[in-house]
């Protein structure tokens, strides 16, 4: 039996180690990420646009990518499909992308052919595998420990490498107020990924959606995206930060500079809105607020 491989925490603290980098600056981070969507969104249209900026190091959405080798596992898709949407979307498409239409399932070779690819592209960067379903064979395990197992097997291979791997998946048609509650399957799936992407409409014949990001080494962003052109084109990103601020009552903001030259106030809610000069807002409210 091997022995555990420990450090303490002396040691830790000052040992310089290397920080997780980012395949696309501050978005999608090298580890295994779970990209998930309901059918026929356009998840692939984004997966090939990714993928061609990767290959060619230009920015995604004014964010810096590096650039690298890049394999892109089309498993629902023919190559008449792809070179359809690569003549939708560049005129110059990069070499160092490169495509397949068919592989091995995770528990007959995946890896393996993985591992051989990396052998003869050393440099690459990104590999987007659409879709987990494609990879997976049915299993009579328990369904988190299937969904666990399968999804650690590509988050060792890409940690082993330090690149990033997406795998596409699919969302549930559900309401639920955590949109990462919906990814299909148990949250065995986003419990293993390093960082979880959710594309979603509110209607289904509408242009624009909601990106929704979390993750280990990414802070909590939401993209507000529009389809145009077969692109989808950034319109808004929201920070942790930002969206945190939206939900603070700008009555509060007011409070805030209203106390700035102030040592104290003491008095009651209706008091403190009447010296504010507030009309519009109920006591109980800003009562509410300041004791959370």
Known sequence: MQKLQTVNAETLLYEPLEKPSFVVDSLIPTGLSLFCGSQKIGKSWLMLKLCLC???????????TMEGDVLYLCLEDTFCRIQDRLF????????RLHFAVASCKLSDGLIVQLED?????????LIVIDTLQKVR??????????DYGDISLIKDFAD?????VIVV?????????????????????????????????????????KLYVTGRDTPYQEYTLRFRD???????????????KETIPDVLFRLVDFMRDKEEWIGTATE???????????????????NE
């Not at 690819?117 to 960067?125: A, H, I, Q, V």
């Not at 082993?160 to 990033?164: I, N, P």
């Open 54 to 64: 990767v290959s060619q190091g230009i920015p995604l959405w004014d964010m810096p």
């Open 88 to 95: 939708r979307l560049t005129d110059e498409a990069s070499g």
């Open 117 to 125: 690819y990396l052998k003869d592209y050393p440099d690459s960067r």
């Open 137 to 146: 064979t049915a299993s009579k395990d328990n369904a988190y420990a299937s």
């Open 160 to 164: 082993r490498h330090s690149l990033a």
């Open 169 to 209: 998946h699919h969302i549930r048609k559900q309401n639920d107020s955590d949109v990462f509650n919906k990814v299909s399957g148990t949250t065995g799936l986003t419990g293993s990924a390093d960082a979880t992407f959710v594309l979603e409409k509110e209607k289904r014949a509408s242009d624009t959606a």
């Open 230 to 244: 077969c692109r989808w084109e950034l319109v808004e990103r929201k920070t942790q930060e930002q969206l945190a």
């Open 272 to 290: 403190l809105l009447a010296a504010m000069g507030e009309t519009e807002t109920i006591p109980t409210v800003i009562t509410k607020w300041l």
